[in-house]
């Protein structure tokens, strides 16, 4: 289950089941978004990435879904596994003025995979 | 190669110091970042910079200043360490506009 509070997000999940993790970003102007994992003691990597003239972007493994009417991003993970276990992170993107991008990030997700 | 890389790993000092993190990267990437992460795993921007403008979030204080001594370092000086510094600070390169931003593995600042 889910659990929002004062401590990070966590999603825990059955290895080989399906994982989703949700984000409401708050920029109606943002115009890309991406997905994150952080491990422990890692920086975070690039999952996924989609730009807002798409609702949907799959990669190996992962889809990312966008509704802007709402303004929320979700991102699928599909068998998930151990190694998936991490922070996960959304970011949304957008024009800070003088030509420059701002990427904001969301409070982040822990996604404990469960043997 | 590491495509970003941060020194040291660990910082460990007293309140007072003054310190250096250094962030190196050969992507070739024209845009460099400074972002902070708190112990709730909070990540926020500090910096941004290329080689025409530094932008600064307002939030920071100024003890802080990024100095980049070519395009490929971006580093960062802190003056007059506090207890409230103590974070991980992670280093990220980019080609701005909308493209992805690569991480460092990040400095953990510890302030006794």
């Known amino acids: 289950g889910e659990s929002v509070g004062l401590h990070l997000p966590t999603l825990s999940v059955q290895e080989g089941d399906n994982s989703i993790i949700n984000c409401a970003y708050s920029n109606s102007a943002s115009d890309y978004f991406i997905w994150y994992k952080q491990e422990s003691g890692k920086g975070p990597q690039f999952i996924i990435d989609?730009?807002?003239?798409?609702d949907k972007r799959q990669g190996q493994r992962v889809t990312v879904l966008l509704n802007k009417t709402v303004k929320h991003l979700s991102l699928q993970i599909a068998a998930t596994q151990p190694g998936d276990s991490a922070v996960y992170f959304c970011?949304?993107?957008?024009?800070?003025?003088?030509?420059?991008?701002?990427?904001?990030f969301g409070k982040g997700t822990k996604l404990s995979v469960i043997p | 190669d590491t495509a970003v890389s941060q020194t040291p790993k660990y910082l460990v000092t007293q309140m007072g110091n003054d310190k250096s993190i250094k962030c190196e990267q050969n992507l070739g990437h024209d845009t460099m970042y400074w972002y902070k992460q708190d112990s709730k795993k909070f990540l926020k921007i500090m910096f941004s910079y290329n080689n025409k403008e530094l932008i600064i979030n307002e939030t920071v204080p100024n003890r802080f200043s990024p100095k980049s001594p070519d395009k490929a370092h971006l580093n960062l000086h802190i003056n007059s360490l506090e207890l409230g510094d103590s974070a991980v600070y992670f280093c990220a390169t980019g080609q701005g506009g909308n493209q992805p931003q690569h991480f460092g593995d990040g400095t953990r600042l510890s302030i006794l």
């Open positions: 989609i730009r807002s003239n798409m």
């Open positions: 970011a949304e993107n957008y024009a800070a003025g003088a030509g420059s991008y701002q990427l904001t």
